[in-house]
């Protein structure tokens, strides 16, 4: 079954840290780019970040920028997204999708365009996502 997983989300209390990992059943990750997203409790989904099958990546909200690493093991058929300094916003279900295309969509198109069709125009597959809860 060709599928994606996400796993790695929890509880954790501000500041902490969570790696949250991605990884692919019945095909290979190591040709497709991959967006990790999310979507807070009563807000839209937003775009996090985005990393090339050649490890390029992307990071789009500013708010993220410094404090999480995408990165990927294509031995291990998995992406990741490191979190650090984590707070109340980044509380939320994170998703990981393939991409249609070979690169990432530029930040402006992420942020700017309607995100969900984003998500239908450029990619192709997610899973059911992981939740990530900051809370202390």
């Known amino acids: 079954q060709v599928q994606l997983v996400e796993s790695g989300g929890g509880l954790v209390q501000p500041g902490g840290s969570l790696r949250l990992s991605c990884t692919a059943s019945g095909f290979s990750l190591d040709l497709y780019t991959i967006l990790w997203f999310r979507q807070a409790p009563e807000k839209e989904r937003e775009g996090v970040s985005c990393i090339t099958h050649t490890g390029g990546a992307t990071y789009y909200a500013d708010s993220i920028k410094g404090r999480f690493t995408i990165s990927r093991d294509n031995a291990k058929n998995t992406v990741y997204l490191q979190m650090n300094g984590l707070n109340a916003e980044d509380t939320a279900v994170y998703y990981c999708?393939?991409?249609?295309?070979?690169?990432?969509?530029?930040?402006?198109?992420?942020?700017?365009?309607?995100?969900?069709?984003?998500?239908?125009?450029?990619?192709?597959?997610w899973g059911q996502g992981t939740r990530v809860t900051v809370s202390s």
């Open positions: 999708a393939t991409a249609i295309r070979s690169s990432c969509p530029p930040p402006h198109k992420v942020l700017q365009e309607d995100f969900n069709k984003v998500l239908r125009e450029d990619f192709s597959l």
